[in-house]
């Protein structure tokens, strides 16, 4: 079986997709876990002109560093041969990731923000609707 | 209020995001397990080859694929991550169809990426050799000789062993450039659009009718004209095609001509060793039988020389006498591990200047001929002055 990965960008430069990688899980609220479409993760913030960020996950902030990839990654997408009613498969490339933003330390708690921490990540996510 | 271009963003959000800026990392509506969505690390010298199409995956079901340039053979290797990746495509991705996405959140000022998948890892490739044994037991499934089976005509081309190049790229797991080589190192031919191997007892017919033939003309052994050759084998009823297969296997062309009839010199060696293996198909010899027989059978101006037979014969004392026996390295398989086994069980004990025609050509990505020894052999040395030997691990 042979497959040939496509590629429509044709010479042109492939969309750029982006990473944010942190240790460890995110958890999400029992209330939510079904339904998680949608539902925002938290703030990522670039404090300075630096390339350090951190991301405010409910009340932990996480700091963390944008780093260019070693190795460019390819994004693959399979999919059904529609040319081939048999089952052959498709491998499509639709995206390039030169760029992480890691965070990998332990995240801090912010302990001064009290009502954030009460409500939670999920209670944050319907604060944001009626504006 | 217009539903603005800013309010969806996706990766360009992330990766351009201003100092002093933030942006509301978000799920996707349509986050989901995306098993259909890969990553693939890969060198940036692959790239162009990417975006111009010339990569393809090989492999049956039953095996690991492979990623294929034109040049190489890589295997895929998954990595897999303890870390969350969040995975954020551009917000014009057309794929994932994330304009509805846009007009649902059109009220909200805020910047939003989204995240559409986890990733639990990626795939990385590590360059392998081709998998070329598979070529030559597919191949000598049914070689080309004098009695092509008409019977076997109902039958497909695969049952009957016959390959054209695309049926061979569909299960060979090499690149283009490999196989074609490959192809070579098997002296296969193209007969009717099929790769064929033409059967040794075949090719032993042909040479003899050769040298019968020059004797018969007086043609120089050094010196054979093309044309005329293959003129008068067609003649004995030899198909054109095998004619110049024929010399091509036996001989080394002498000029390259466009306009003239090519002249082509019978290989000393190759025309040696191979009298030599079909006098040893029936079995061991005595050394001075062999050698006798060898002598006698040679086409008269070659000399034989023992010497062109390493990686083809082996030869043990027993008693007083010495013997020969035909061991090809040809027959061997290339990857180090079935390699080595079979010479072990061949022999239980290697001296190096036997072992070396059998291994030489063996390559291992990563490891030296020293490192495949030492992984695949033990050396002892019974005294300091004396031969290392070699036995299995």
Known sequence: ?131 | MEPAYSDCRGAEAVLNLQPSASVTISYHPLFGSHDDIMLLELDEKFLPDILNQRVVVRGQPDEDAVLCTQSKTYAIKFVGTSNSVFLIPPSDSEFLDSTIDCDQKDQSQLAVASVIKVAPGFMELVEVGPKLDKLKYLLFKNPYSSEEDIEMEDLGDIERGLYKWDDLVERIQASDDELRSGLQALSALEIDGYWRVVDEKYMDMMLRMLLHDSVLNDWSLDALDQDTVVQVLQSDGYPCKLAEHCLCFFGQKLNESVDRSCVWKLDERKVCVHIAKQILRGGKRKMESFIEEWKQKIPEGMQVSFNMLEGEVLTERLGVDTWVQAFSLSSLPSTPAERFSILFKERQKWEWKDLQPYIRDLTAPGLSSEGLLLKYTRRTQPKADAEPVFSAR
């Open chain 1, 1 to 131: 079986m042979q497959i040939q990965i496509k590629c429509s960008c044709f010479g042109e430069k492939c969309q750029e997709w982006a990473i944010v990688e942190l240790q460890g899980e995110v958890e999400v609220q029992p209330d939510f876990q079904h339904q998680i479409q949608s539902l925002p993760i938290g703030q990522l913030c670039r404090p300075s002109s630096q390339e350090t960020y951190t991301f405010t996950v409910g009340y932990h902030e996480l700091t963390g560093t944008k780093m260019s990839l070693k190795k460019p990654m390819l994004v693959l997408k399979k999919g059904k041969k529609s040319s081939d009613p048999v089952g052959g498969v498709d491998l499509e490339v639709i995206g390039v990731i030169r760029n992480r933003i890691l965070f990998k330390t332990r995240p801090k708690a912010l302990i001064s923000k009290p009502q954030t921490s009460v409500k939670g990540r999920a209670k944050a996510a319907d604060a944001m609707v009626p504006n």
